[in-house]
């Protein structure tokens, strides 16, 4: 299934929501392609890939070159981006019937959807015609929200655009697979009771209980080229908040389209506290043995884009 990533405001974590749910269903049995649909290339450099082969824009002009990169095996795989995608609507616009329809033609043509179980494709920004493209070939939204926004209009926006891509024929099926919080801080006005209220307003619409805290190892991981549960696991950070919400994020993403994970992950835990040598047992010292404190350890930063396995030239060949 096809799942954008969308809300017309910058900076609310679109991005950093298709890395890491990406990475998150990856871990949990299935295999995902994620596309890049914005210029700016921030979910490309989210995985390292600093100076991709090929990107989408090369892709949709050419059959033999939409070639996904390799994140994990053939199970994470990148369309990659840069600011070519720019070019599009100069591209496309033009084109006297079909227009909206470039994406959903080629990934049909190619049978991209069979090879994956779960494409997800970040949007740019605001909208136009290179949006309506990833709508027009998605089954489902999903909408993140800025808690401290603490409003509605995000919500407003993609009933009325999904009420209009109805209306016009352009997208009958097209369904919400989520409306969900992020960047959540402890300054941040909304409660749990706002959120109820909305869901309470908007019933028809599925809206997250797990809200996405603003968490530092989030833009960490980023800037490594990781998803955030590589990053913990790699630097062995436990209890990380960013981790633990986008991993019930990716649970309450799938309970919602009534999917059932297919392998067991979990993130790192807290290691049991370790003893210390127990001290030799003198008539003045029979205290049970103190114990240490657990510690968490946090590695230096180094690049990923080594970690990046690039290309995957057998894409094509596999159908
Ligand atoms: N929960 C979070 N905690 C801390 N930092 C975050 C969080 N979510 C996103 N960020 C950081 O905020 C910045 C913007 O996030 P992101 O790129 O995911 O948003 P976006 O909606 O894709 O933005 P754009 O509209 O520009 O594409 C990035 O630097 C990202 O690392
Ligand atoms: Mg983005």
Redesign the pocket.
């Given at each position: 299934m096809i799942i954008s990533l969308t809300?017309q405001k910058?900076?609310?974590?679109?991005?950093?929501?298709t890395a890491n749910l990406g990475a998150g269903l990856e871990r949990m049995g299935f295999k995902v392609l994620l596309i890049d649909w914005?210029e700016?290339g921030?979910l490309t450099r989210h995985f390292g890939v600093t100076d991709p082969d090929f990107t989408i824009i090369e892709g949709l002009l050419d059959d033999e070159k939409f070639v996904p990169y390799s994140i994990k095996e053939d199970r994470l795989m990148l369309m990659a981006s840069d600011p070519k995608l720019s070019q599009f609507d100069k591209l496309f616009m033009d084109q006297i019937v079909g227009g909206h329809l470039v994406l959903k033609n080629k990934l049909e043509d190619l049978k991209v959807k069979e090879k994956f179980d779960f494409i997800l494709i970040d949007c740019?920004?605001g909208q136009g015609l290179r949006n309506m493209n990833a709508y027009v070939a998605s089954d489902f939204l999903l909408v993140?929200i800025e808690a401290h926004s603490f409003s509605k209009v995000g919500l407003e926006q993609v009933v009325s655009l999904i009420q209009e891509l109805v209306k016009n024929k352009a997208n009958e099926n097209l369904n919400v697979a989520g409306i969900f919080f992020?960047?959540h801080n402890s300054k941040t006005v909304i409660s749990r009771s706002y959120i109820d209220s909305m869901a309470e307003e908007y019933s028809d619409l599925p809206i997250y209980n797990t809200v996405?805290?603003?968490?530092?190892n989030?833009?960490e991981a980023?800037e490594v080229g990781k998803s955030i549960f590589d990053y913990v696991d790699e630097y062995e950070i436990v209890n990380s908040n960013?981790a633990n919400d986008y991993y019930n994020f990716v649970l309450e993403f799938l309970e919602v389209l009534d999917i059932e994970p297919r392998t067991n992950f979990s993130l790192p835990v807290a290691k049991p506290k370790r003893m210390k040598a127990k001290p030799v047992a003198t008539s003045s010292n029979n205290d049970t043995p103190e114990e240490a404190p657990a510690k968490e350890t946090k590695k230096v930063r180094k690049a990923g884009k080594e970690d990046v396995a690039k290309g995957f030239k057998d894409f094509m060949k596999n159908e």
């Open positions: 809300n910058g900076g609310v974590s679109k991005t950093s929501t914005d700016q921030n740019a920004p993140p992020t960047r996405i805290r603003e968490n530092v989030i833009k980023s960013g």
